[in-house]
T-cell receptor
Framework: EADIYQTPRYLVIGTGKKITLECSQT?????MYWYQQDPGMELHLIHY???????EKGDLSSESTVSRIRTEHFPLTLESARPSHTSQYLC?????????????FGPGTRLLVL | AQSVTQPDIHITVSEGASLELRCNYS??????LFWYVQSPGQGLQLLLK??????LVQGIKGFEAEFKRSQSSFNLRKPSVHWSDAAEYFC???????????FGAGTRLTVKP
């Protein structure tokens, strides 16, 4: 069973607020990911990290930013939330470079921006 | 780049009936293939994966999938569906050298009593 955690699970917030979605894993995985998921759509990769101090943007443009100061922690920040940011955000980690490594997912954060 | 197609958006089956969810992929080299399941309000849970070897892969919860290179398919099957199998199912393709994994749009499974 994968040990990857996301907080908060649900968040309702007003436009213009700064928010940080937390993601932590206890498996010692080097690679971590953030996906955005909308109903009936495929998962879209918005950020990933190879390891500490490494962050890359994914194939879906996002106004969010990420940091990777510790192996186990990969928070995602929105400086000024907008209704268009309403979505579900999934964090994942994998144990080796390349997509061949199985990705393990957290439970997700469902964000609603009013 | 790789891509995944799940032709069925929504499937309804009766409890106890067999199930097959379709997945077609596009990738030039040998793919790594995955099936994940997502229950409402939850993240994705890995059901099974194919990297190499036997093309019939067994997973958790009684699921299996068969890799058919000639058809570029990786269909998920279960001989007898349980009500608890109602969920969204995602097929995904990756490779050793790429930095990301591509997911299909998902198939929502409804189980009738």
């Amino acid at each position: 069973e994968a040990d990857i955690y996301q907080t908060p699970r649900y968040l309702v917030i007003g436009t213009g607020k700064k928010i940080t979605l937390e993601c932590s894993q206890t498996m010692g995985h080097d690679k971590m990911y953030w996906y955005q998921q909308d109903p009936g759509m495929e998962l879209h990769l918005i950020h990933y990290s190879y390891g500490v101090n490494s962050t890359e943007k994914g194939d879906l443009s996002s106004e969010s930013t990420v940091s990777r100061i510790r192996t186990e922690h990969f928070p995602l920040t929105l400086e000024s939330a907008r209704p268009s940011h309403t979505s579900q955000y999934l964090c994942a980690s994998s144990e080796r470079q390349g997509a061949g490594g199985t990705q393990y997912f957290g439970p997700g954060t469902r964000l609603l921006v009013l | 780049a790789q891509s995944v197609t799940q032709p069925d958006i929504h499937i309804t089956v009766s409890e106890g009936a067999s199930l097959e969810l379709r997945c077609n992929y596009s990738y030039g080299a040998t793919p790594y293939l995955f099936w994940y399941v997502q229950s409402p309000g939850q993240g994705l849970q890995l059901l099974l994966k194919y990297f190499s070897g036997d093309t019939l892969v067994q997973g958790i919860k009684g699921f299996e999938a068969e890799f058919k290179r000639s058809q570029s398919s990786f269909n998920l099957r279960k001989p007898s569906v349980h009500w608890s199998d109602a969920a969204e199912y995602f097929c995904a393709v990756g490779s050793l050298n790429n930095n990301d994994m591509r997911f299909g749009a998902g198939t929502r499974l409804t189980v009738k009593p």
